[in-house]
Structure formats: structure tokens, C-alpha cells
């Protein structure tokens, strides 16, 4: 393959899950995801920093067409994709899309690297060659607040579906299967 151009992104067809009891987006209506205030406080812009306050109970707007990515269901608080410093990987379709926040490692670049270069065929080389999954400030610079992996594997799988050598594409499968989902 000489290019990835034509690869649609994945992050345009997923989304986090929401979790059982989390409460809804004032925005879409949908569930969200409960997330720590240090993650809030730490993707806030400056210009609305004040305006999150102390009180956990922050949650993350998993919808992928919903402007809203965090949201307070006690203070009524909201902050939109605008009002946020890292770009959220699910609710993006232009590119640059984010896949791994702490090193700064694109979707595109994945798939350029297993795809174009083809040159990982493992978890081990996914990370030496593009440096993905292996940053320690996740709960910082991840919007999710979460580590990174899961979002490779299901990069890594879905490379994997383009793969034309077949040996390739196993590799590419068993690869994904040994990325941690978080």
C-alpha cells in the first residue's frame, strides 16, 4: 500500500461506551461517563479554568456528533469541544486525529506505520516505531482521562482489515489482541 489517504479514520465510527447510571448530557441528552476533576481541570482552557470549580462529579459527553465534552449534572456546568485543549480523537473528522495524547501520535500515523511502512507487526514495535501507548501523563492529556491502548488496538485491527498479505494481516490481528485496553 503506498498510502493511507484513502482510509476512512475509525475514530468517525466510534465512541466510548457510556456506564451504567452515569447521567446525561444537558447538550444531547445521551450518558456520558463519569471523569475526575483533575482531568477537567487539566483540559480546560485557561479562559474557563475558573469556571470548573472543586467538586468532582464531572462527566464526559461520549456522543460523537454532541459539541459537549464535559459536563456537571449537579452545577450545570459545561464545557464544548472549543473550550478545551486536546482535540477528542471521537469527536474529530478532520485530521490530525489523536490517538495517543501524551506523545502526540495521530491515527493516521498508525496506520501509515503498519500499513504503508509495514514495519509493526507487534505491540513492541507499534510503540518504538510511532512511540503510541507508552506515555505516562494519560490522566492529564487524555480527554478520557484514560490510557491510550485501547484506542491503538482497535487502530492496529482496523489496519488490519487492509492488510493484503495475510500473514501480515494475522500478525496485525494478534498484535491488537495483545494491547491492553487501558
Not at 460523537?64 to 456537571?72: F, G
Request: charged share 25%; proline share 6%; hydrophobic share 30%.
Amino acid at each position: 500500500m503506498e498510502s493511507v489517504a484513502n482510509i476512512p479514520s475509525i475514530a468517525a465510527t466510534l465512541a466510548p461506551s457510556p456506564e451504567d447510571g452515569a447521567a446525561s448530557c444537558p447538550v444531547c441528552g445521551n450518558p456520558g461517563r463519569k471523569i475526575k476533576l483533575w482531568t477537567v481541570n487539566a483540559q480546560v482552557k485557561l479562559s474557563r479554568s475558573s469556571d470548573v470549580g472543586s467538586e468532582e462529579g464531572y462527566h464526559l459527553c461520549v456522543s460523537r456528533t454532541c459539541p459537549a465534552v464535559y459536563y456537571h449534572p449537579g452545577g450545570g456546568q459545561v464545557f464544548r469541544k472549543d473550550e478545551i485543549v486536546s482535540r477528542v480523537w471521537y469527536k474529530e473528522t478532520e485530521e490530525p486525529i489523536p490517538a495517543c495524547y501524551c506523545l502526540n501520535v495521530s491515527e493516521r500515523r498508525i496506520l501509515e506505520e503498519v500499513l504503508v511502512k509495514q514495519c509493526c507487526t507487534s505491540l513492541v514495535e507499534i510503540k518504538q516505531y510511532t512511540g503510541a501507548n507508552t506515555g505516562k501523563e494519560c490522566h492529564l492529556k487524555n480527554p478520557q482521562g484514560r490510557c491510550c491502548g485501547g484506542v491503538v488496538k482497535k487502530i492496529a485491527e482496523y489496519a488490519g482489515q487492509f492488510l493484503a498479505d495475510e500473514r501480515l494481516k494475522e500478525e496485525a490481528v494478534q498484535t491488537s489482541q495483545a494491547i491492553p485496553e487501558s
